[in-house]
């Protein structure tokens, strides 16, 4: 799927027609549900992992949430942000902000347009390696 995304991202960023980047989570994801069962997912194990990480990193503030499908739902939203995060670090994505081109990511957790207040743009990036 990243591989997917950064073709298309590279695609985008030299045409340079858009200047939007959404990634979209929503509540009652079955992969975050998947993610949070201790059973064995075959080949989708693979692409579970980094929720899986998410859910170790965030455990104290998930375990603050009463129910399961609170957690996952936080869960998701939380892998949303990461997200932004991982395409903001792209080597595509810095070309571009170097360019001067006024690219935007937004997250966002339902599709229903809220914002999650995690928008990057290129005033906001740190340089590659940077702290």
């Avoid at 985008?12 to 069962?37: F, K, M, P, Q």
């Amino acid at each position: 799927m990243l591989a997917r995304l950064l073709t298309r991202k590279r695609r985008w960023s030299d045409d340079r027609n858009g200047r939007e980047i959404i990634l979209c989570g929503h509540y009652g994801c079955g992969g975050v549900r998947a993610a949070t069962e201790d059973l064995p997912h075959g080949l989708a194990d693979h692409w579970l992992e980094p929720i899986r990480r998410l859910a170790r990193a965030y455990t104290i503030d998930l375990s603050r949430i009463a129910t399961i499908e609170g957690r996952r739902d936080k869960l998701a939203e939380l892998n949303v942000i990461e997200g932004v995060r991982r395409v903001a670090e792209t080597p595509i994505l810095h070309r571009a902000w170097q360019r001067s081109d006024d690219i935007a990511i937004h997250g966002l957790k339902d599709g229903l347009l809220r914002d999650l207040s995690c928008t990057i743009t290129k005033d906001h990036a740190r340089p590659r390696g940077g702290t």
